[in-house]
Nanobody
Framework: QVQLVESGGGLVQAGESLKLACVAT????????MAWYRQGPGTGREKVAS???????KYSDFVKGRFTISRDNAKNTVYLQMDSLKPEDTAVYYCNADVADIRRITSWGQGTQVTVSS
């Protein structure tokens, strides 16, 4: 089973930036469409951005123009560059396979906490 390890979170002020990384185990990473998800305080998990194995990219409206997703297949890593952070971006961020229905995902990494102060 693939394991996912997220890192790069922290406490920042509004307007600042963070870059998250997610490293996957195994040798099939390049075949997966990947996504970043987040779960804020008292909210459900939602998709933030996705990148296909062919580098097709989609963003949720609430991060469009501020976040950038990328991947490095040689390093089994997917990144999320987050700029112009807002307090409402405060959440635990996770990476996983890109799926239409998040409920299909049964295994998650530990995530990385992002806290944005106003």
């Amino acid at each position: 089973q693939v394991q996912l390890v997220e890192s790069g979170g922290g406490l920042v002020q509004a307007g600042e930036s963070l870059k998250l990384a997610c490293v996957a185990t195994g040798n099939m990473f390049h075949l997966y469409n990947m996504a970043w998800y987040r779960q804020g305080p008292g909210t459900g998990r939602e998709k933030v951005a996705s990148i296909s194995r062919d580098d097709a990219i989609k963003y949720s409206d609430f991060v469009k123009g501020r976040f950038t997703i990328s991947r490095d297949n040689a390093k089994n890593t997917v990144y999320l560059q987050m700029d112009s952070l807002k307090p409402e971006d405060t959440a635990v961020y996770y990476c996983n396979a890109d799926v239409a229905d998040i409920r299909r995902i049964t295994s998650w990494g530990q995530g990385t906490q992002v806290t944005v102060s106003s």
